[in-house]
């Protein structure tokens, strides 16, 4: 995953990214730019004191496949690696799909813990929706409802009450 994809491959994005200054300036600069790479996704940086993340969202109407956002995230570890020189800077991966049957390529890939399925959450915690939001990394409540009616057809209230036993 992602070990062939090197920053020639994102044209302009690619050179800002290999020369800017700090690993979180290339991060931040990717949500202004990504329509460059790609016309069928946004991106949103997420900010906390001390991590960054990223928030993939299909563009209304399209369909992105779980391995695309993953190839991705791939993408994105193996720029970090060529601007510190190293692969230890991912604390943890989240992702809301599927946990695969091997889990190997993720695991070299990323070298971090790794949770799949991240909409559990919603079934499995007393939080409100607008603070697992928060908890997730989602900028607002908005954000967060919209990227999940797209990924489950529904809001995160009523999937909430759904499975509720």
């Known amino acids: ?63 992105i496949s779980p391995m695309s956002i993953d190839a991705f995230f791939a993408t994105l570890v193996h720029h970090g690696e060529l601007i510190l020189g190293h692969e230890k800077f991912v604390l943890s991966v989240e992702l809301m799909r599927a946990e695969p049957k091997n889990l190997r390529p993720w695991q070299s890939c990323l ?18 929706i607008t603070l697992l939001s928060d908890k997730l990394g989602y900028t607002s409540l908005t954000n967060f409802s919209r990227a999940f009616h797209r990924w489950h057809g529904t809001s995160p209230a009523a999937f909430r009450h759904r499975s509720k036993p």
């Open 1 to 63: 995953m992602g070990q062939y994809a090197y920053p020639m491959h994102f044209r302009s994005l690619g050179l800002l990214m290999m020369t800017s200054a700090t690993l979180a300036q290339a991060f931040e600069a990717l949500p202004n730019y990504s329509a460059l790479v790609s016309n069928s996704a946004s991106i949103k940086l997420q900010r906390t004191p001390d991590r960054l993340g990223f928030t993939i969202s299909p563009l209304p109407g399209v369909d």
């Open 111 to 128: 070298s971090c813990p790794i949770s799949f399925d991240k909409q559990e959450n919603l079934m499995n915690t007393e939080l409100s």
